[in-house]
């Protein structure tokens, strides 16, 4: 593999993390819009809306199965222009079960498109010797704020579910086919490296061939969930939490959100900077006090504006985690990195399923400041695995040791 093909290869990657981030955040911040379109009742909406990520984490259970036989590059390849006219689809019907049939689709499509985008990442930045990942998340965070501007702009002009998504799904359905044609595995099926090298294990390596071992996994897995736990607390509660707790406007109470896909973009915008300077290690650690601190800031905040810190300090403290764990389980086990990766991708779903109805019930029974610290104690136990995602500076180029490949741009 050239270097040129090694950059081709990154830059059509990172074009369908951006697709991606626009889809999703098309479809999320349009759940008013499909509630009234479909007339989908209050009670049955939350069925809807978790049928999504348990199909996905199935979709990532079937797409472990079906690298074991084509390339992630070919799942990813139609994964999502299905996704595409998934979305398209819950735009045009009119019947509820058009909307069960295209969020169905929807699901599964997402969960091989989020387990096939994570391998091509994970072997590419293998193939690079240094940290890339976090930048093909900066690359999704910057369409989920594109998406999230143009369902917006629909919303303003009240535009239909169908004209909304259609001109998108017209620009983005052909540029992720032709963007499709450069994917680049970046080590071949016994993990070697482009040179024919062999990939090497990070602190904790499974075994001298990369084996998978779910045992070896759990702490990678158990930290995706506390990530996406608070994740998803910031999605479905910053709203609410402004306006009731602590006494916003309604208009100032759509901005926590808005901050916090900001700072995620900034945040993994520099964060392969900072893990080739300092380690992945030394980032998540870092990553994970701001976030404890963000969210203990949140908890005690008298009012809407330091509220509003507490929620930027968790944009860029949690915005490295979730790359950076895909990442460790590829150099956990490089000889079955695809299979770990989508493992680990399913307990992004479990922790989006989890963490919403987690601070709910919280806040019900008890308070929503109350409910904050939660997320907080489970971001700050990542401290305790932080050791998994190794290798330390000097292996991504920190120190000495010599990269595998060429420095390619």
Known sequence: MTDAGLR???ASLGLSFGVQGVAFALLVTRI?????????????????????????????????????RVRPSVVLRWAQPLVLLAL????????????????????????????????????LQ??????????????????G????????????WE????????????VLLPAALI?????????????????????????????????????????????????????????????????????????????PYNLYMVTTLLGRAVGDLGVRRFGAVAVVRGGSLLAA?????????????????????????????????????GRMFPGDSDAAVARLNIFNYVGFLVGSPLVGALGDAWSYRGAMLVPMVLVLATLVYARAFGPEPARYGGGHERPRTADVG
């Open 8 to 10: 081709h290869g990154r």
């Open 32 to 68: 008013p819009a499909i509630q009234g379109q479909y007339g989908i009742s209050d009670g049955l909406l939350p069925v809807f809306l978790a049928a999504v990520p348990i199909l996905a984490g199935a979709g990532s259970v079937a797409t472990e199965k079906v690298v074991a």
């Open 88 to 123: 398209l689809g819950v735009g045009a019907g009119r019947e509820l079960w058009h909307v069960a049939v295209a969020l169905g689709v929807f699901g599964l499509a997402v969960g091989a498109l989020d387990a096939s985008m994570n391998m091509l990442g994970v072997s």
């Open 126 to 143: 293998r193939a690079y010797g240094r940290s890339i990942m976090t930048g093909f998340h900066a690359a999704f965070s910057l369409g």
């Open 145 to 156: 704020i594109a998406g999230a501007s143009l369902a917006w702009a629909g919303a303003r």
């Open 159 to 170: 535009l239909s579910l169908l004209a909304s998504y259609l001109p998108v799904v017209a």
């Open 179 to 255: 963007g499709s044609r450069w994917y680049t595995e970046g080590k071949g099926a016994e993990g070697k490296l482009p040179d024919g090298t062999e990939g090497s294990g990070g602190a904790g390596s499974g075994s001298a061939g990369g084996a998978l071992s779910f045992k070896l996994l759990l702490p990678l897995c158990l930290i995706m969930t506390f990530a996406y736990i608070g994740d998803s607390t910031v999605s479905n509660w910053s709203a609410k939490y402004l306006q009731d707790v602590l006494g916003s406007s309604e208009q100032l109470a759509t901005v």
């Open 293 to 329: 601190g963000g969210f203990a800031v949140v908890a005690v905040a008298p009012g809407a504006w330091v509220g509003m810190l507490g929620f930027t300090m968790l944009g860029f403290g949690l915005c490295v985690i979730v790359p950076q764990t895909f990442a460790a389980a």
